[in-house]
């Protein structure tokens, strides 16, 4: 089942610009993770913030957890035309599997 | 880094026929292997969990005589796509946990025609 809602569906930015998505579950988690996706491909793990953090950071990508809100949200900061691609939050609930969200869909125009 | 290594990346094949899938972790031991569904511009969906030497754990609404599930060594997970139909036309992914994150293969576009 999924976990729960990503927001925006699908994004389009100027290069340049930051990037913001947003995404919401349902359960208690140990952590939570966001994946890129391009087109027709497998997974690329980006960052992994656990339950008693609030943000982190990465590079260009600034991730911040609200447990209360139960909600995450994924920044990439000063876009590049690579980084055009699907992105997906999951969170690992406690039997170590993960559980995605919907999604957004990114793209950046050069 | 740990990386899994999924064959093939895209099979076509008649219906009726079964096709089976394999996903290998090149560098490191999986006792657990993660398969996944995903559908066009949607998310992933979990299938099963492959547990080396044991059964397979099924999500609900997964048959498992379907999508056959083995994972007889510590690097070899298979899934066997049986008598397939046009509606088994998907992306399947195979994952497996390493460390805190997971590193997922590069799916299998399988078409049914």
């Known amino acids: 089942s999924q976990q729960g809602e990503e927001d925006p569906q699908a994004l389009s930015i100027q290069e340049g610009e930051n990037a913001t998505m947003n995404c919401s579950y349902k359960?208690?988690?140990?952590?939570l993770q966001w994946y890129r996706q391009n087109s027709g491909r497998g997974l690329v793990h980006l960052i992994l913030i656990r339950s008693n953090e609030r943000e982190k950071h990465s590079g260009r990508l600034r991730v911040t957890l609200d447990t209360s809100k139960k909600s995450s949200s994924l920044l990439i900061t000063a876009s590049r035309a690579a980084d055009t691609a699907s992105y997906f939050c999951?969170?690992?609930?406690?039997?170590?599997?993960?559980?995605f969200g919907q999604g957004t869909r990114l793209t950046i125009n050069p | 880094g740990a990386v899994v290594s999924q064959h093939p990346s895209r099979v076509i094949c008649k219906s009726g026929t079964s096709v089976k899938i394999e996903c290998r972790s090149l560098?490191?031991?999986?006792?657990?292997m993660f398969w996944y569904r995903q559908f066009p511009k949607q998310s992933l969906m979990l299938m099963a969990t492959s547990n080396e030497g044991s059964k397979a754990t099924y999500e609900q609404g997964v048959e498992k005589d379907k999508f056959l599930i083995n994972h007889a060594s510590l690097t070899l997970s298979t899934l066997t796509v049986t008598s397939a139909h046009p509606e088994d036309s998907s992306f399947y992914i195979c994952?497996?946990?390493?460390?805190?994150?997971?590193?997922f293969g590069s799916g299998t576009r399988l078409t049914v025609v």
């Open positions: 560098d490191f031991q999986a006792t657990t």
């Open positions: 994952s497996a946990r390493q460390g805190e994150g997971y590193t």
């Open positions: 999951a969170t690992e609930e406690g039997a170590q599997k993960l559980v």
């Open positions: 359960t208690s988690i140990n952590n």
